[in-house]
């Protein structure tokens, strides 16, 4: 189990394959309750207990192992049994963050997060043409961005998505004062 950078949500904690660990809001640490049994088991798989020595870049004092209700045993952080999710298909994933309102991954200090990860979206054909690499803007602004980034230049730490038409890359950024949504055309 280790720590790894996400663009969208921080630092989060993945198991020993690059997963994402995630908690559950209706179990609970004390008392101690397990409230993902059964058919919801099937999408959220109990994560494995670890050797406290080989985990890094967390406190060893909030790594644990629980004992579930058929007898298993379970990591927990921070005394919150965790979890990996089905719909993660490769390391660092975190397509189970907010699920239901209920899933949440945990950060380096054992605390669920809350935020959602940034939104790639898809570039629209017409707001991406253009010659050497522009930047048109989507919501038809024509204000620079304010906190001092050259135009031409995504924001820092924002994920990118190539586009499929024209090479274009979309980047969402969430708003917030007078940051608009951008595109970038590459030639």
Known sequence: MSVADNAGLGKILV??????????NKDSAWPMKFACNDACLDTWK??????????RDIPEK?????TRPDGTEQLAIDCWPVYWFTGDSKAGDVNGQGKQGLWFAVDDKGKKITTTPAVLIPARLST??????????SNKSSQDVSDG?????PPSGMPVMPHALHG??????PRRRRTPRMCYSIL
């Open 128 to 137: 991406c043409r253009g010659g050497p690499v522009t930047e048109r803007r």
């Open 62 to 66: 909030l790594v644990s192992t629980v």
């Open 168 to 173: 274009c890359v979309s980047i969402y950024v």
């Open 15 to 24: 198991d020993g394959q690059g997963r994402t660990l995630y908690r559950f």
């Open 149 to 153: 980034r050259s135009p031409l230049s």
């Open 46 to 55: 109990p994560a494995k207990p670890v050797d406290k020595s080989k985990v």
